[in-house]
């Protein structure tokens, strides 16, 4: 297995592409465990209008755009993917909520 290098030590598009495959990867272990919160919230809610939380949900767009600022990434791109990932998690909260 090649070593991956932190982005700053990288010298070609191989070292480059192998880091980006890594944090893929370590991106989607880490959604998968977010949405294995979004299982639990389907389980303790006791109702399915519960499940959309609006200020919630701004709160948690909001919290990711300070991350970013405070990281020195563009705010607007991540509030954006926060949005389609909130909406993501929303809709497989309900259709987890609709399962049991």
């Known amino acids: 297995m090649q070593?991956?290098?932190?982005?700053?030590?990288c010298t070609t598009m191989a070292e480059v592409r192998a880091g980006v495959d890594a944090v893929d990867r370590a991106l989607v272990a880490l959604l998968a465990r977010?949405?294995?919160?979004?299982?639990?919230?389907?389980?303790?809610?006791?109702e399915r209008g519960q499940v959309r939380d609006e200020a919630r949900k701004a709160e948690v767009i909001?919290?990711?755009?300070?991350?970013?600022?405070?990281?020195?990434?563009?705010?607007?791109?991540?509030g954006a993917l926060w949005e389609q990932l909130v909406e993501a998690s929303i809709a497989y909260?309900?259709?987890t909520f609709d399962r049991r």
């Open 34 to 46: 977010r949405f294995g919160y979004m299982d639990a919230a389907a389980r303790i809610k006791p």
């Open 93 to 95: 909260e309900l259709e």
């Open 3 to 9: 070593d991956i290098l932190d982005p700053e030590a």
């Open 62 to 78: 909001a919290n990711a755009r300070i991350h970013a600022r405070a990281a020195g990434l563009p705010e607007a791109p991540i």
